[in-house]
């Protein structure tokens, strides 16, 4: 889907893909297709210096290259999409650049709420995984409106990683089990890998089943380390971000549909694996687990309340700003 400003105003043939695209995922369509597609969208500051245009400009190219990639995804009914747009690390850059990046970022995501019918029209749900408290306080109210906005639409999500960074997540993970043990919501023995997984950003939804890197390199940059860490088939693609094409993702997709059997080999081993170490095994369940779902829910709606508080913010600044 389209998540641009002036989505609305586009005709219903500019907004789908070319004959031989949709033939091809089609074809794809065929065979097993992976669920939830991870992207690390790398590339865009080489490709600025690639064709000797500003570094904004080469971040903005990425930003349509993600539109385009949605529309694949959405063709080939992928239910979760994560790319990587901005990484904790990412704030050692320049002061010039992070400055840019955060004014890009909050005109995309006013655009997306300007094109609120589209996003609603084709069912995506916006998340934001990362330390939203580390971003400029008008990005942080109109990233909660979006989110709040698209809460109940269930046919794609979008998980946009921004300010954020694997390790933080499982601090941030662990710290709240500490606080649940702390104000008596869990017992010590609760606190066991099982749950620590389940207090991901990414709590609810399927591990990543393909995960694409462009530019060449090859390593994951401390993304989604604990969600990849069983049954993940990883590509790293030799194009940089911008440049990435429909026939790079077919291709991928297509190797992702070679290696599938021995990947969902891979998975069930390592859920055997983990059920014969699994710690909870020595306690009784059935308490533990309603503890565990109350704890779950009450962070749930702290989450919500929380995004809620930001949103209502945004709506505030906007209003007085008209």
Not at 175 to 181: A, L, M, P
Not at 228 to 236: E, P
Not at 269 to 295: G, L
Request: proline share 2%.
């Amino acid at each position: 889907a389209d998540l641009s400003a002036g989505a609305g105003r586009k005709t219903k043939q500019s907004q789908e893909l070319p004959w031989h695209q949709k033939l091809a995922c089609r074809m794809l369509r065929m065979g097993p297709t992976p669920k939830h597609v991870a992207f690390i969208m790398d590339g865009n500051r080489r490709y600025a210096k690639k064709h000797q245009i500003q570094r904004i400009v080469g971040h903005t190219r990425g930003y349509q290259t993600l539109l385009e990639v949605l529309k694949w995804c959405n063709e080939l009914d992928v239910k979760v999409a994560t790319v990587y747009a901005f990484a904790l690390d990412n704030f050692k850059r320049s002061r010039n650049e992070v400055d840019s990046l955060m004014e890009l970022a909050t005109r995309k995501f006013t655009e997306m709420l300007d094109s609120e019918k589209t996003i609603s029209q084709y069912g995506v749900r916006v998340q934001v995984l990362g330390a939203l408290d580390r971003l400029p306080t008008k990005l942080q109210h109109v990233m909660a409106r979006v989110m709040q906005s698209t809460r109940g639409h269930t046919k794609l999500t979008l998980n946009i990683a921004f300010a954020y960074s694997a390790r933080h997540e499982v601090e941030q993970a662990a710290e709240s089990i500490r606080r649940g043990v702390r104000e008596g919501d869990l017992k010590a023995e609760d606190a066991q890998s099982g749950l620590l997984e389940r207090c991901l950003y990414t709590s609810g939804l399927p591990e990543p089943d393909l995960l694409i890197r462009t530019s060449g390199e090859t390593r994951l940059s401390d993304f989604l380390v604990s969600q990849c860490r069983r049954g993940t088939y990883l590509s790293f693609v030799e194009a940089l971000w911008p440049e990435l094409s429909f026939w790079n993702f077919f291709g991928v997709v297509f190797a992702y549909q070679r290696h599938h059997a021995s990947l969902l080999h891979d998975r069930r081993c390592m859920a055997e694996i983990e059920s014969r170490t699994d710690v909870e095994s020595i306690y009784d369940k059935s308490p533990m687990e309603k503890r565990t779902k109350r704890f779950m829910e009450k962070r749930k709606q702290e989450r919500e309340r929380y995004i809620d508080s930001l949103a209502v913010q945004f709506k505030t600044t906007r209003f007085s700003s008209r």
